[in-house]
């Protein structure tokens, strides 16, 4: 980390500064550690101890984040200089970046307008920019463009088009306005519809269509299955194995006694998903018989031991790597891993033996973690339930198979679990809830319906359990002083906070702007609106008010689990965070020659920066799919009404969500109404100027179907009922011009820039695995 150096002209007041003061340097600074705004401040002996406890509570109140390793700068703050990307355009034209290791949550930054071209030759879609950020009167971010450092292989995905003796590609991307001109040459076996990999040609002019050559013919978009094909290639998903790697998982033999405890007489059992094929997980409780812990329970959860099977420096380690984790679309998985060990060896499948790591936890009567230990053991599976086989039994419509399993394992399970929900809800995590769709697909690769999930209580047993195993693997390897990769969750920025309590204020709910964000006082923000008319719409602000999740080897907590030491230890068939955990428990514990490494451990940062990277690809692939699926399936059904609600409000239109299916479409501003409409951000609003109108965010709506578009996932509505009235004049536009919004385009050219924070993000997915896998 570069260390902060303070101005030569400017001199902040000497002596222990306030909170405000040390808040505002670290904003001016960007970001600076205790050394530097000691020696800023001319802080010597109790003024620096003082300025450590300061700093501790500004931590711990959400004020302050970390940066790096020792580094301080306000939560959610945008270093003074970085590298970026180009990542989105709006339907302004408008371009917006991301810096390429934004942390914790890389916000986006609009690109100064007045700069684009004058210094960067005007940048696309792709391209790398040192830029200096610099916030706004109105509170916004600026990213001003210093120098031009690359561009992209600005590669497009599209569908050809042929018109008259043209043959043009179309972008499957929704926000993408620009086509590419194949040459007749090379375009003349194609066909209108097919699928393509094209690149722009450098020298391409910068009005009209660009000159593009083909690379590759993708598929079609008639496709049933084209959905996923289109989002593996837009968001790069590294696909299949190298013949290495193939090679080595087909050599794995299966497990044996030697070096492992044998848990096989543990009657454990997997639950999962009904479809699920790879079982990273299997679990077994029974009373404590230590009288020095009447009524509590020992909990076993058996992990498969990946780690025996792909070693550091392997081929198999090097594509997993690379993936980060596995991929999951409605209608196929892109594993990370070869299907001889992520369905089979180490899978662990009912009645066979499989390798495993497992944790052994003793819990007391009030549901207090009160010690654990790690094995690496040989089990087999007494059985494997789905969810919903599971909860039958416990509700007593048990069928064949877990009748036989009720007293002796699903009972035990289930009593350990409401032992384990007292310290549960004593620590009280983010109670937020998730409306999560499932969309099934037919043997022909069409969309049969979209359904809500059914949250079960068994869902939240396993992800107790598992949640409590990785809590265990984090304190072990602490204690054991072994580097990992942590799990970590920052507290809200004050941005954040502010944004949530100027909504809540709209809608006449009290929230002191000046309260530290704390997961008890969303719950009771939850808890308070649960059964009124804004409960659906609150949930889904307080979850936009929340930060991203994501791996670093620094620890700052997980805010949203209410946990000070968290790390991923539980699915290592299809996270690489958890292989990585997997093996620092085998190098803490003595446990084989087979754990971390030297030179895994010199690349621990790179590795948690490259697998937060490639889970944020898979969510944006497995978004993408779905909602091109979600259009397909309401393609038949253009020009019917449907209920919906405003999810989100831009200054460019609004987004709904259908109450039926879950599905997000735009319903474009131009379409509104005849008078002039401005973003209200703090009301989170579209409000007209003349009549003060309003469309505010969570208003229920009834609006018809105009347009769907599959190749993009694009939807289109028409609004059908009535704005909330208002006072005439009271707009106040967010940017303080008056302007007349342009319509948005077609559904297959819509899409809001993704910025965080109630009313400006993408509707975020409503579909799932279960299991708390994001966490």
């Given amino acids: 980390m570069a260390k902060f150096k303070p101005p030569k002209t400017v001199r902040p007041p000497q002596g222990l500064p306030d909170r405000d003061t040390l808040i505002a340097f670290l904003r001016d600074a960007?970001?600076?550690d205790k050394a530097d705004i000691a020696k800023a401040f001319g802080l010597k002996g109790s003024d620096r101890r003082a300025l450590r406890e300061m700093l501790k509570d500004l931590q711990a109140e959400g004020a302050l984040g970390k940066r790096g390793r020792k580094g301080f700068a306000e939560a959610g703050a945008l270093p003074p200089v970085g590298v970026a990307e180009v990542v989105e355009r709006d339907t302004d034209g408008d371009l917006f970046v991301r810096l390429t290791k934004g942390g914790d949550d890389a916000p986006l930054a609009r690109l100064a307008p007045d700069r684009q071209e004058a210094n960067a030759g005007a940048p696309g879609m792709g391209d790398k920019l040192l830029v200096r950020f610099e916030r706004l009167e109105n509170g916004e971010v600026e990213a001003r463009v210093i120098k031009r450092l690359g561009q992209s292989a600005h590669r497009v995905l599209g569908v050809v088009r042929k018109v008259r003796r043209e043959i043009r590609v179309e972008p499957v991307d929704r926000r993408s306005k620009d086509s590419l001109l194949l040459p007749e040459f090379e375009g003349r076996d194609l066909k209108d519809g097919d699928l393509v990999l094209a690149q722009v040609q450098p020298g391409s002019s910068r009005f009209g269509p660009k000159q593009g050559k083909l690379l590759e013919v993708v598929g079609r978009e008639d496709e049933p299955r084209a959905a996923s094909l289109i989002a593996i290639h837009t968001h790069g998903i590294p696909t299949g194995f190298t013949p290495a790697a193939e090679a080595e998982a087909e050599a794995a033999l299966p497990p044996t006694l030697s070096g492992r405890e044998d848990l096989r007489d543990l009657p454990l059992i997997t639950i999962d998903p009904v479809d699920a094929r790879d079982h990273d997980d299997a679990v077994f409780a029974h009373p404590d018989p230590d009288v020095r812990n009447v009524g509590g329970w020992i909990v076993w959860v058996a992990i498969a031991d990946v780690a025996a099977y792909v070693r550091t420096g392997s081929a198999l380690d090097g594509v997993a790597r690379d993936k980060g984790n596995s991929t999951y679309f409605p209608d196929r998985v892109e594993p990370m891993l070869p299907e001889r060990l992520s369905a089979g060896l180490c899978s662990l499948r009912e009645g066979e033996n499989r390798a495993c790591l497992a944790v052994r936890m003793v819990f007391d009567a009030d549901g207090r973690k009160r010690s654990h230990r790690f094995v690496r053991g040989l089990m087999r599976s007494a059985a494997k339930l789905s969810y919903e086989q599971a909860q039958a039994a416990i509700d007593g419509l048990a069928d064949d198979k877990a009748g036989t399993l009720l007293e002796g394992v699903l009972k035990p399970l289930w009593a350990a679990y409401h032992v384990m929900l007292k310290g549960r809800l004593a620590r009280s995590p983010l109670a937020i809830e998730s409306d999560e769709r499932r969309i099934r697909i037919g043997e022909d690769g069409n969309v049969v319906s979209i359904e809500r999930r059914r949250s079960l209580e068994a869902h939240r047993l396993i992800e107790e359990m598992m949640i409590q195993a990785n809590v265990s693997a984090a304190e072990t390897l602490e204690t054991r002083r072994t580097p990992l990769i942590y799990r970590v969750h920052d507290t809200p920025s004050q941005e954040k906070v502010q944004s949530l309590a100027e909504f809540l204020d709209s809608l006449g709910l009290p929230w002191n702007k000046g309260e530290a964000p704390r997961t008890d006082r969303f719950n009771r923000l939850l808890d308070e609106t649960r059964e009124g008319p804004h409960a659906e719409i609150v949930n889904e602000v307080v979850l936009r008010t929340q930060m991203q999740a994501h791996y670093s080897p620094d620890n700052i907590g997980h805010f949203g689990l209410n946990l000070a030491k968290y790390a991923h230890f539980t699915s290592p068939i299809r996270r690489y965070a958890d292989l990585i955990v997997h093996r620092a428990l085998v190098r803490a514990l003595g446990l084989g020659e087979d754990g971390l490494t030297d030179g895994d451990i010199s690349q621990l940062r790179d590795t948690a920066e490259r697998i937060t990277y490639a889970e944020r690809r898979s969510m944006a692939a497995?978004?993408?799919?779905?909602?091109?699926?979600?259009?397909?399936?309401?393609?038949?059904?253009?020009?019917a009404v449907f209920a919906g609600r405003i999810t989100g409000v831009t200054r460019f239109g609004l987004f709904i969500r259908l109450e039926e299916t879950g599905a997000d479409g735009l319903i474009p501003v131009s379409t509104l109404g005849e008078e002039y409409f401005v973003h209200d951000e703090r009301l989170h609003s579209l409000v007209g100027e003349r009549t003060g109108a309003r469309w505010p965010l969570g208003l229920r709506?009834?609006?018809?179907?105009?347009?769907?578009?599959?190749v993009t996932g694009g939807l289109l509505f028409e609004?059908?009922?009535?704005?909330?009235?208002?006072?005439p004049g009271a707009a106040r536009p967010s940017l303080g011009v008056r302007r007349r919004f342009k319509d948005a385009g077609p559904a297959s050219r819509g899409g809001p820039p993704r910025k965080g924070g109630p009313g400006m993000a993408r509707p975020p997915a409503k579909t799932g695995k279960g299991k708390g896998k994001k966490r």
């Fill in 30 to 32: 960007g970001e600076a």
């Fill in 622 to 639: 497995e978004r993408d799919a779905t909602d091109r699926y979600v259009a397909a399936f309401l393609s038949d059904r253009v020009g």
């Fill in 701 to 710: 709506v009834e609006v018809r179907l105009r347009e769907a578009t599959p």
């Fill in 719 to 727: 609004m059908l009922s009535e704005p909330v009235k208002g006072v």
